[in-house]
């Protein structure tokens, strides 16, 4: 059984920086991703995709300013968050899918993901 837990949440001021990790354990997976579920809304919103092949793709907002990355000897997948701002704000969520993934071409889906994390909160707020 796979299981994945986020770490690195935390309030910052706008423009600062943060970096999530998710340590994953378990079986092999595909094409991993973090979701965020802003305060208010009940829909978690792709953030950024990776697939197996480290092929990466990202939600229009944070393209420039965020960069995951995956160490599948570590089994860590990051997040580096940079000029983050006060819309970044919410519930982090460390994601995989099944199978194999390669040359990314779009974030991932809800409906592409077989395993969540519990979640991390990050707060941009001055």
């Known amino acids: 059984q796979v299981q994945l837990m986020e770490s690195g949440g935390d309030s910052v001021q706008p423009g600062g920086s943060l970096r999530l990790s998710c340590a994953k354990s378990?079986?092999?997976?595909?094409?991993m991703g973090w979701f965020r579920q802003p305060p208010g809304k009940k829909e978690r919103e792709s953030v950024a995709a990776i697939g197996n092949d480290y092929s990466a793709n990202y939600r229009e907002s944070v393209k420039g300013r965020f960069t995951i990355s995956r160490d599948d000897g570590e089994n860590i997948l990051y997040l580096q968050m940079n000029n983050l701002k006060p819309e970044d704000t919410g519930t982090y969520y460390c994601?995989?899918?099944?199978?194999?993934?390669?040359?990314?071409?779009?974030?991932?889906?809800?409906?592409?993901?077989?395993?969540w994390g519990q979640g991390t909160q990050v707060t941009v707020s001055s």
């Open positions: 378990g079986p092999r997976v595909g094409a």
């Open positions: 994601a995989a899918a099944g199978g194999t993934w390669t040359r990314l071409g779009r974030v991932l889906f809800p409906s592409d993901i077989r395993y």
